[in-house]
Protein backbone atom coordinates (compact mmCIF):
# COMPACT_ATOMS: atom_id res chain seq x y z
CA UNK A 1 0.00 0.00 0.00
CA UNK A 2 1.40 3.36 -0.75
CA UNK A 3 0.80 5.03 2.92
CA UNK A 4 1.93 8.63 1.42
CA UNK A 5 -1.21 8.59 -1.20
CA UNK A 6 -3.74 7.18 1.65
CA UNK A 7 -2.93 8.39 4.92
CA UNK A 8 -3.43 11.62 6.70
CA UNK A 9 -0.55 13.85 6.28
CA UNK A 10 0.88 13.45 9.92
CA UNK A 11 1.06 9.54 10.21
CA UNK A 12 2.75 9.54 7.00
CA UNK A 13 5.47 11.67 8.11
CA UNK A 14 5.56 10.21 11.85
CA UNK A 15 6.38 6.62 9.61
CA UNK A 16 9.37 8.74 7.90
CA UNK A 17 10.25 10.73 10.69
CA UNK A 18 11.62 7.32 12.57
CA UNK A 19 14.15 7.32 9.58
CA UNK A 20 17.40 7.87 10.63
CA UNK A 21 19.96 6.86 8.32
CA UNK A 22 20.25 10.05 5.68
CA UNK A 23 20.43 6.91 2.63
CA UNK A 24 17.13 5.59 3.66
CA UNK A 25 15.75 9.20 3.45
CA UNK A 26 17.55 9.84 -0.03
CA UNK A 27 15.92 6.05 -1.14
CA UNK A 28 12.09 7.10 -0.01
CA UNK A 29 12.51 10.10 -2.11
CA UNK A 30 13.18 8.52 -5.48
CA UNK A 31 9.76 5.61 -4.89
CA UNK A 32 7.87 8.06 -6.61
CA UNK A 33 7.24 11.69 -7.33
CA UNK A 34 4.29 11.86 -4.63
CA UNK A 35 7.49 10.48 -1.89
CA UNK A 36 9.54 12.41 -3.39
CA UNK A 37 7.16 15.71 -3.51
CA UNK A 38 6.33 14.77 0.13
CA UNK A 39 9.80 14.45 1.40
CA UNK A 40 10.12 17.82 -0.14
CA UNK A 41 7.42 19.66 1.16
CA UNK A 42 7.73 18.31 4.53
CA UNK A 43 11.63 19.59 5.03
CA UNK A 44 12.60 15.63 5.84
CA UNK A 45 16.40 16.17 4.79
CA UNK A 46 16.78 19.48 6.81
CA UNK A 47 14.90 18.20 9.57
CA UNK A 48 16.94 14.96 9.52
CA UNK A 49 20.09 16.78 9.91
CA UNK A 50 19.22 18.85 13.23
CA UNK A 51 18.30 15.75 14.86
CA UNK A 52 21.46 14.73 14.24
CA UNK A 53 23.25 17.66 15.09
CA UNK A 54 21.05 20.57 16.12
CA UNK A 55 24.55 22.82 15.47
CA UNK A 56 23.22 23.15 12.02
CA UNK A 57 19.96 24.75 13.50
CA UNK A 58 22.45 28.22 12.93
CA UNK A 59 21.95 27.83 9.22
CA UNK A 60 19.86 30.99 7.84
CA UNK A 61 19.78 30.30 4.55
CA UNK A 62 21.11 27.77 1.57
CA UNK A 63 23.45 28.87 -1.27
CA UNK A 64 23.87 27.17 -4.74
CA UNK A 65 25.44 29.76 -7.14
CA UNK A 66 27.68 32.70 -6.42
CA UNK A 67 24.61 35.12 -7.79
CA UNK A 68 22.10 33.60 -5.55
CA UNK A 69 23.84 35.65 -2.39
CA UNK A 70 22.46 38.95 -4.39
CA UNK A 71 19.24 37.31 -5.28
CA UNK A 72 16.16 39.21 -4.84
CA UNK A 73 13.92 36.25 -4.41
CA UNK A 74 13.13 32.77 -5.83
CA UNK A 75 9.90 30.68 -5.61
CA UNK A 76 9.19 28.53 -2.78
CA UNK A 77 8.71 25.29 -4.79
CA UNK A 78 12.56 26.04 -6.09
CA UNK A 79 13.55 27.05 -2.44
CA UNK A 80 12.34 23.82 -1.26
CA UNK A 81 13.85 21.73 -4.06
CA UNK A 82 17.15 23.39 -2.92
CA UNK A 83 17.17 23.03 0.65
CA UNK A 84 16.43 18.97 0.30
CA UNK A 85 19.48 18.42 -1.96
CA UNK A 86 21.41 20.59 0.28
CA UNK A 87 20.53 19.09 3.43
CA UNK A 88 20.43 15.63 1.77
CA UNK A 89 24.23 16.38 0.87
CA UNK A 90 24.98 17.42 4.50
CA UNK A 91 23.48 14.64 6.16
CA UNK A 92 25.21 11.86 3.86
CA UNK A 93 28.55 13.83 3.92
CA UNK A 94 28.50 14.09 8.22
CA UNK A 95 27.59 10.88 8.46
CA UNK A 96 29.97 8.71 5.66
CA UNK A 97 32.71 10.66 5.08
CA UNK A 98 36.16 8.89 6.39
CA UNK A 99 36.96 9.75 9.62
CA UNK A 100 40.85 11.06 9.65
CA UNK A 101 42.96 13.74 11.30
CA UNK A 102 41.00 17.33 10.59
CA UNK A 103 44.17 19.21 11.60
CA UNK A 104 45.26 21.47 8.74
CA UNK A 105 47.89 24.39 10.65
CA UNK A 106 48.71 25.58 13.38
CA UNK A 107 48.03 29.47 13.85
CA UNK A 108 49.25 30.60 17.35
CA UNK A 109 50.29 29.70 21.19
CA UNK A 110 48.96 31.75 23.88
CA UNK A 111 52.94 31.77 24.83
CA UNK A 112 55.85 30.16 23.94
CA UNK A 113 59.23 29.81 26.18
CA UNK A 114 61.80 29.45 22.85
CA UNK A 115 61.12 30.27 19.71
CA UNK A 116 61.67 28.42 17.01
CA UNK A 117 62.57 24.95 18.83
CA UNK A 118 59.59 24.80 20.77
CA UNK A 119 57.10 25.93 18.46
CA UNK A 120 53.57 24.73 18.50
CA UNK A 121 54.42 23.85 14.49
CA UNK A 122 56.09 20.97 16.18
CA UNK A 123 52.56 19.52 17.35
CA UNK A 124 51.81 18.75 13.54
CA UNK A 125 54.45 16.29 13.32
CA UNK A 126 53.86 13.03 14.77
CA UNK A 127 56.98 11.78 16.03
CA UNK A 128 58.24 12.36 18.88
CA UNK A 129 61.88 13.13 18.10
CA UNK A 130 63.29 14.09 15.15
CA UNK A 131 67.37 13.23 14.40
CA UNK A 132 67.76 12.46 18.19
CA UNK A 133 66.25 16.25 19.18
CA UNK A 134 62.50 16.47 21.12
CA UNK A 135 60.33 17.82 19.04
CA UNK A 136 57.38 19.40 21.36
CA UNK A 137 55.66 22.95 22.08
CA UNK A 138 56.57 24.46 25.71
CA UNK A 139 54.98 27.44 27.26
CA UNK A 140 56.41 29.59 29.05
CA UNK A 141 57.07 29.10 32.94
CA UNK A 142 54.70 31.02 35.80
CA UNK A 143 54.61 30.41 39.48
CA UNK A 144 51.29 29.84 40.08
CA UNK A 145 49.71 26.62 38.68
CA UNK A 146 46.48 28.32 38.18
CA UNK A 147 47.93 30.18 34.95
CA UNK A 148 45.94 28.78 31.54
CA UNK A 149 47.78 28.15 28.14
CA UNK A 150 45.92 28.04 24.69
CA UNK A 151 46.95 26.13 21.13
CA UNK A 152 44.81 27.60 17.86
CA UNK A 153 44.72 25.34 15.02
CA UNK A 154 43.23 26.02 11.93
CA UNK A 155 41.04 22.60 10.56
CA UNK A 156 40.46 20.92 6.71
CA UNK A 157 37.70 22.73 6.05
CA UNK A 158 35.37 25.80 7.69
CA UNK A 159 32.73 22.92 7.99
CA UNK A 160 34.26 19.71 10.23
CA UNK A 161 32.20 17.12 11.93
CA UNK A 162 34.91 16.40 14.85
CA UNK A 163 34.08 13.21 17.45
CA UNK A 164 37.33 13.33 18.94
CA UNK A 165 40.42 15.37 19.87
CA UNK A 166 44.31 13.71 21.40
CA UNK A 167 46.73 15.92 22.96
CA UNK A 168 50.24 13.97 23.90
CA UNK A 169 51.98 15.63 26.93
CA UNK A 170 56.04 15.79 26.91
CA UNK A 171 57.86 14.15 28.72
CA UNK A 172 61.74 15.76 29.44
CA UNK A 173 63.81 12.46 29.39
CA UNK A 174 66.85 14.81 29.99
CA UNK A 175 66.15 15.88 33.51
CA UNK A 176 66.02 14.10 36.50
CA UNK A 177 63.14 12.46 37.26
CA UNK A 178 62.00 12.34 33.38
CA UNK A 179 59.14 14.97 34.41
CA UNK A 180 55.60 14.96 32.05
CA UNK A 181 54.30 18.27 31.60
CA UNK A 182 51.05 18.11 30.94
CA UNK A 183 47.92 19.63 32.72
CA UNK A 184 45.48 19.12 35.10
CA UNK A 185 42.60 19.12 32.28
CA UNK A 186 41.98 20.49 28.80
CA UNK A 187 38.62 22.04 27.34
CA UNK A 188 37.53 22.38 23.46
CA UNK A 189 36.36 25.20 21.61
CA UNK A 190 35.06 25.42 18.36
CA UNK A 191 34.50 28.72 16.05
CA UNK A 192 35.11 31.27 13.60
CA UNK A 193 36.71 34.38 12.98
CA UNK A 194 35.26 37.81 13.94
CA UNK A 195 33.92 39.19 10.72
CA UNK A 196 32.97 42.30 12.15
CA UNK A 197 35.45 42.83 14.82
CA UNK A 198 38.69 45.39 13.57
CA UNK A 199 41.00 42.74 15.69
CA UNK A 200 41.78 39.96 13.13
CA UNK A 201 42.53 37.60 16.00
CA UNK A 202 38.87 37.84 17.13
CA UNK A 203 37.10 34.41 17.33
CA UNK A 204 33.16 33.30 17.82
CA UNK A 205 33.02 30.44 19.84
CA UNK A 206 29.94 28.37 18.85
CA UNK A 207 30.88 25.45 21.04
CA UNK A 208 32.64 24.71 24.35
CA UNK A 209 33.08 21.41 25.51
CA UNK A 210 33.77 20.02 29.10
CA UNK A 211 36.59 19.84 31.30
CA UNK A 212 38.89 16.69 30.40
CA UNK A 213 41.17 15.21 33.07
CA UNK A 214 44.32 14.73 31.55
CA UNK A 215 47.19 12.17 32.99
CA UNK A 216 50.24 12.61 33.30
CA UNK A 217 51.32 10.03 31.16
CA UNK A 218 53.96 10.38 27.87
CA UNK A 219 51.12 8.75 25.62
CA UNK A 220 48.54 10.23 22.88
CA UNK A 221 45.49 10.89 25.08
CA UNK A 222 42.07 10.51 23.58
CA UNK A 223 39.41 13.12 24.46
CA UNK A 224 35.70 11.56 22.71
CA UNK A 225 33.05 14.08 22.93
CA UNK A 226 29.72 13.02 24.01
CA UNK A 227 28.56 13.53 20.41
CA UNK A 228 29.78 14.53 17.21
CA UNK A 229 30.08 18.43 16.68
CA UNK A 230 30.17 20.43 13.82
CA UNK A 231 33.08 22.48 13.91
CA UNK A 232 31.32 25.92 12.02
CA UNK A 233 34.29 28.24 10.90
CA UNK A 234 37.22 26.11 11.10
CA UNK A 235 38.90 26.92 14.24
CA UNK A 236 39.29 25.13 17.29
CA UNK A 237 41.01 26.28 20.45
CA UNK A 238 42.44 23.73 23.24
CA UNK A 239 42.72 25.08 26.82
CA UNK A 240 45.14 23.51 28.86
CA UNK A 241 43.42 24.11 32.55
CA UNK A 242 45.79 23.72 35.51
CA UNK A 243 50.09 23.24 35.53
CA UNK A 244 51.08 20.08 36.96
CA UNK A 245 55.10 19.90 36.45
CA UNK A 246 57.49 21.96 38.40
CA UNK A 247 61.02 22.39 35.88
CA UNK A 248 64.08 21.72 39.02
CA UNK A 249 66.22 24.63 37.16
CA UNK A 250 64.05 27.73 37.20
CA UNK A 251 60.99 26.74 39.80
CA UNK A 252 58.31 27.68 37.23
CA UNK A 253 55.50 25.37 36.04
CA UNK A 254 55.40 24.38 32.00
CA UNK A 255 52.97 22.96 30.13
CA UNK A 256 54.61 21.25 26.98
CA UNK A 257 52.91 18.56 24.44
CA UNK A 258 54.31 16.53 21.56
CA UNK A 259 52.01 16.14 19.23
CA UNK A 260 47.95 17.10 18.87
CA UNK A 261 44.96 15.40 16.73
CA UNK A 262 41.73 16.28 15.78
CA UNK A 263 39.22 13.36 14.19
CA UNK A 264 36.40 13.95 11.97
CA UNK A 265 35.27 14.45 8.89
CA UNK A 266 36.13 17.57 6.66
CA UNK A 267 33.24 18.83 4.23
CA UNK A 268 35.73 21.03 2.64
CA UNK A 269 34.74 19.46 -0.89
CA UNK A 270 31.37 19.85 -0.44
CA UNK A 271 30.62 23.22 1.61
CA UNK A 272 31.49 26.58 2.59
CA UNK A 273 30.65 28.37 5.53
CA UNK A 274 29.40 32.51 4.49
CA UNK A 275 29.39 35.18 6.72
CA UNK A 276 28.89 33.57 10.23
CA UNK A 277 27.88 36.86 12.50
CA UNK A 278 28.27 36.55 16.62
CA UNK A 279 25.06 34.98 17.42
CA UNK A 280 26.13 32.20 15.22
CA UNK A 281 24.05 32.22 12.38
CA UNK A 282 25.12 31.33 8.94
CA UNK A 283 25.24 31.02 5.61
CA UNK A 284 25.58 27.06 3.70
CA UNK A 285 27.11 27.44 0.22
CA UNK A 286 27.31 23.77 -1.90
CA UNK A 287 30.92 23.86 -3.45
CA UNK A 288 30.37 20.56 -4.89
CA UNK A 289 27.51 17.85 -5.27
CA UNK A 290 29.74 15.30 -5.60
CA UNK A 291 30.11 12.29 -3.50
CA UNK A 292 32.12 13.62 -0.51
CA UNK A 293 33.61 10.29 0.47
CA UNK A 294 34.34 9.28 -3.84
CA UNK A 295 36.25 12.39 -3.50
CA UNK A 296 38.01 12.02 -0.41
CA UNK A 297 39.27 9.10 -1.75
CA UNK A 298 40.15 10.36 -4.77
CA UNK A 299 42.13 13.50 -3.12
CA UNK A 300 44.29 10.36 -1.01
CA UNK A 301 44.80 8.45 -4.43
CA UNK A 302 46.67 11.61 -6.27
CA UNK A 303 48.13 12.76 -3.02
CA UNK A 304 50.05 9.77 -2.71
CA UNK A 305 51.78 8.19 0.96
CA UNK A 306 52.79 11.47 3.01
CA UNK A 307 56.61 11.99 3.41
CA UNK A 308 57.89 13.70 6.49
CA UNK A 309 60.79 15.83 5.76
CA UNK A 310 63.01 16.08 8.81
CA UNK A 311 61.78 18.72 11.42
CA UNK A 312 64.78 20.35 12.65
CA UNK A 313 65.91 21.09 8.56
CA UNK A 314 62.28 23.06 8.07
CA UNK A 315 61.89 24.59 11.97
CA UNK A 316 62.88 28.09 9.87
CA UNK A 317 61.22 27.71 6.86
CA UNK A 318 57.89 27.10 9.18
CA UNK A 319 58.04 29.95 11.00
CA UNK A 320 58.81 32.08 8.34
CA UNK A 321 55.65 30.90 6.83
CA UNK A 322 53.97 30.68 9.64
CA UNK A 323 54.51 34.79 10.25
CA UNK A 324 53.94 36.21 6.66
CA UNK A 325 50.55 33.90 6.35
CA UNK A 326 49.24 35.08 9.77
CA UNK A 327 48.30 38.49 10.34
CA UNK A 328 49.07 38.66 14.33
CA UNK A 329 49.67 41.45 16.88
CA UNK A 330 51.28 38.95 18.86
CA UNK A 331 54.87 39.76 19.63
CA UNK A 332 57.61 37.56 19.74
CA UNK A 333 60.27 37.80 21.60
CA UNK A 334 63.71 36.29 20.98
CA UNK A 335 65.54 35.02 23.88
CA UNK A 336 68.60 37.39 24.18
CA UNK A 337 70.00 35.70 26.50
CA UNK A 338 70.91 32.57 24.83
CA UNK A 339 72.90 34.56 22.35
CA UNK A 340 74.35 36.34 25.02
CA UNK A 341 75.38 33.01 26.48
CA UNK A 342 77.07 32.01 23.25
CA UNK A 343 79.14 35.23 22.76
CA UNK A 344 80.29 34.68 26.60
CA UNK A 345 81.35 31.03 25.12
CA UNK A 346 82.52 32.05 21.90
CA UNK A 347 85.30 34.66 23.83
CA UNK A 348 86.09 32.39 26.36
Known amino acids: MDFINNLDT ?5 ILSCLDDPSDLVRAS ?16 KSLCLKLFHQLARVDRTLETSNEESSGSISS ?7 HRVYALLAKGCTSSPIKSCVDDAITASSTDRLPEESILNTLDERERIGGTP ?11 SVPETLLYKLKGDLCVITELSIQP ?4 FDPGRPIYSSHNVRFRFGHLDNKSHDKNSYVWTYTSQQFPMAQENRLQNFKLPEPVICIGGFVLIEFLGRVQRCDIDDLYYICVTHVKAMGRSLAKSFRVVDPD ?4 FGLKVLSYSDPQEMNEKEEEEAGPSVFRPMRNRNLEQL ?6 HSTDVQYVWPESDEDDESDEEEV
Open 10 to 14: DTSLA
Open 30 to 45: AVSRSWRGFVIKQSLS
Open 77 to 83: VYALERE
Open 135 to 145: SYWSSSGHHKT
Open 170 to 173: FQDF
Open 278 to 281: ESGK
Open 320 to 325: VNFLHS
